[in-house]
């Protein structure tokens, strides 16, 4: 295997626009599925994943909902500004991405006819602790009303149904993307997977900032990863032990494993920064979307199959795939 990547540009490909999926398939089980199985590529469907699995294998999901936290808000002057819900920090603050955050002081008032949010201390890199206010109803109710999926930016729209920005067993609203390997992922599908033998099992990562952020840093050495929240219950760590193979389904289910199977709590936060020479504890193949270059899932991809990647990655542009967030994907098994 060749040294692993040191640099920004040794993670980077050429990525053209045509090839980013702007909108979801008509139905979430026609996406492509690349497998990449002892060195040979297939094309196949992700309604087909039940027959690319075993008897024995685990398969887990990241079953966080997205929290329709985008929020169009304007400043006493009428300015435009948008606050970004990431993380709920106590009963009243939150982290959250907030643009035009530099002209905006701390104590300023922005509002909607639904809420207002105060913005406090400036974080860097447009993150602000924010305190929204909604008088005697529910922060969640009014997200519900006048709250916007949280696409990322290099979706030029929004969707018409937002239900398909989630997965279909979604529980509690806590991240701020969706674990977009999931969406493909079907009731009919699920129930292929446990009629084969295989085992369907739960956890929690809260998607934050790392997804909306590329790495910066031109040495990889010097990017440092924001935190994430997870937790991985009880009877998902006995699955895992008792599993042939553990696959894992997006990359958010990958570090949120990972971070537990090197030793750390099954709950807790997550700062692992999955890139070459990393020794792997727990997953053994990876269904998961095309990502952007030169960006920190990139090099988990790296990380998981090598320098292949750059081979899958070469086939499904050349074979039309759709990359990213609302495109196909990809089955490998780690190398």
Known sequence: MERPPQTLAEVGYELPAAAIAQTPLARRDEARLLVDHDNEILHRRVHELPELLSEGD?????????????IRLRRSSGGAVEVLLLEQLDERRWEALV????????????????MSVVIGEDLGEGRRIVVPEVGDR??????????????????????????????????????????????HLTESVLSGLRAKGAKVATVELAVGLDTFRP???????????????????????????????????????????????????PEGRSSLFIRR?????????LMTNFHLPASTLLCMIDA???????????????QNYRFLSFGDAMLCERR
Do not use: C, K
């Open 58 to 70: 685990l398969v887990v999901v990241n079953n966080t909902r997205v929290l329709p936290a985008r």
């Open 138 to 183: 529910r922060l969640l109710d009014v997200l519900d009303d006048v709250g916007l999926p949280p696409l990322p930016p290099y979706i030029e729209r929004q969707i018409a149904d937002p239900e398909r920005y989630q997965t279909v067993y979604g529980q509690r609203p806590v991240s701020a993307a969706a674990p977009t390997a999931g969406l």
């Open 215 to 265: 790495i910066t840093a031109e040495r990889l050495d010097d990017h440092r990863m924001h935190s994430e929240w997870y937790s991985i219950p009880e009877s998902t760590q006995r699955l895992v032990r008792g599993a042939d193979r553990v696959v894992a389904i997006g990359t958010t289910v990958v570090r949120a494993l990972e971070t537990w199977g090197r030793g750390g709590p």
């Open 99 to 114: 643009r035009p955050s530099r002209r905006l002081e701390a104590g300023s008032v922005v509002a909607n006819a639904a």
């Open 304 to 318: 998981f199959v090598g320098p292949r990647w750059r081979e899958l990655y070469a086939e499904a542009l050349a």
């Open 277 to 285: 020479p990393f020794e792997w504890s727990l997953v053994d193949l």
